[in-house]
C-alpha cells in the first residue's frame, strides 16, 4: 500500500493482530527510551473503522476476542498498549475517542470534540485535559469572518478569538468536587497543516495563549477579562523583546 497522500482522515487503520500490537510495542519501547515524561500519548482519534467492517480477518478478530463490534475492538487495541505503558511506569493518554467501546483502566482522556468526552471520563473516575476546539484550537481564525478576514493568514477555519479563550472554564460546574479532581488541565492545539513558518505560528498562538495561561492558573471567581486586557500590554513589551510576533489587533 502506497504512503497517504491525500488530504483528510484516510480509512486505512492498523489491522489488530498479534503481530501489529508487537510492533506498535517495540515502537513505544523506542519512544520511551528517548522521552521521560509520565504520559505517553496514543492517539486514537479519526479512526474511521469502515475498512475494519468490511475487512474478513477482522470481522473473525472481533469475533474470536469475543467483542460486540469494531468501537470495542479499537477499545481493546487500545487496552494492549495501556496494560504495556503501565508495566512500563508510564501513563497511556489519548484523544476522547478512546471512549468508544469502553475506556482502557489507566488512560487518561484529552477531550476535543466539546467537553462532553471529558465529563464523562471523569464521572467515570479517570484523569482528564480539556482541550475542546471551541476554546483551545489556535489554528482557527482571530477574525470573524468578513472582508477583514482576508487580512488574516490562511487558516483551517473556524473562528476563536481572545475574549473566548479568556472565557474557557476547564472545570465543568457539572462535576462534583470529586470528579473535578480528575480535571489536570487544558491545552492548546496548534496544527500546522495552514502555518508554513515558525513566525506565523507565533502569530496563531500569541497573546491567545496568554489568555489561556491565565484562565489555567486563575480561580473561576478571579478571572476579570477587562483587568486582562489592560495588563496585556504589558505581555506585548515582553514578547516584544523576545522578538515573538504576535497579533497586535483587537
Do not use: C
Not at 21 to 46: R, Y
Not at 63 to 92: P, V, Y
Not at 121 to 133: E, N
Request: hydrophobic residues 40%; aromatic residues 12%.
Amino acid at each position: 500500500m502506497a504512503v497517504w497522500t491525500n488530504w483528510g482522515v484516510t480509512p486505512w487503520i492498523f489491522n489488530a493482530d498479534d503481530r501489529t500490537i508487537a510492533f506498535m510495542q517495540d515502537v513505544l519501547t523506542e519512544v520511551l527510551g528517548i522521552f521521560p515524561s509520565t504520559f505517553i500519548h496514543v492517539g486514537g482519534d479519526e479512526a474511521a473503522k469502515d475498512v475494519w467492517k468490511t475487512d474478513p480477518g477482522i470481522q473473525a478478530r472481533i469475533k474470536q476476542l469475543g467483542l460486540k463490534d469494531e468501537h470495542e475492538l479499537q477499545s481493546w487495541f487500545i487496552k494492549q498498549m495501556d496494560g504495556f505503558l503501565t508495566a512500563k511506569g508510564r501513563r497511556l493518554i489519548g484523544w476522547d475517542e478512546i471512549l468508544e467501546g469502553g475506556l482502557a483502566p489507566g488512560a487518561t482522556v484529552m477531550s476535543w470534540r466539546g467537553m462532553n468526552g471529558g465529563i464523562a471520563a471523569a464521572q467515570a473516575g479517570h484523569d482528564v485535559v480539556m482541550a475542546p476546539t471551541t476554546y483551545t484550537y489556535f489554528d482557527y481564525y482571530q477574525t470573524p469572518n468578513g472582508p477583514n478576514r482576508a487580512l488574516e493568514p490562511l487558516s483551517i477555519g473556524g473562528y476563536l478569538p481572545i475574549d473566548t479563550v479568556y472565557a474557557f472554564e476547564p472545570v465543568p460546574p457539572v462535576l462534583d468536587s470529586v470528579q473535578a479532581k480528575h480535571i489536570l488541565g487544558g491545552q492548546a492545539q496548534l496544527w500546522t497543516e495552514y502555518i508554513p513558518t515558525p513566525k506565523q505560528a507565533e502569530y496563531m498562538a500569541f497573546p491567545r495563549l496568554v489568555a489561556l495561561a491565565e484562565v489555567l492558573w486563575t480561580p473561576r471567581e478571579r478571572k476579570d477579562f477587562a483587568d486582562f486586557q489592560q495588563r496585556l500590554t504589558r505581555h506585548f513589551a515582553r514578547l516584544d523583546a523576545l522578538d515573538v510576533n504576535y497579533r497586535r489587533g483587537p
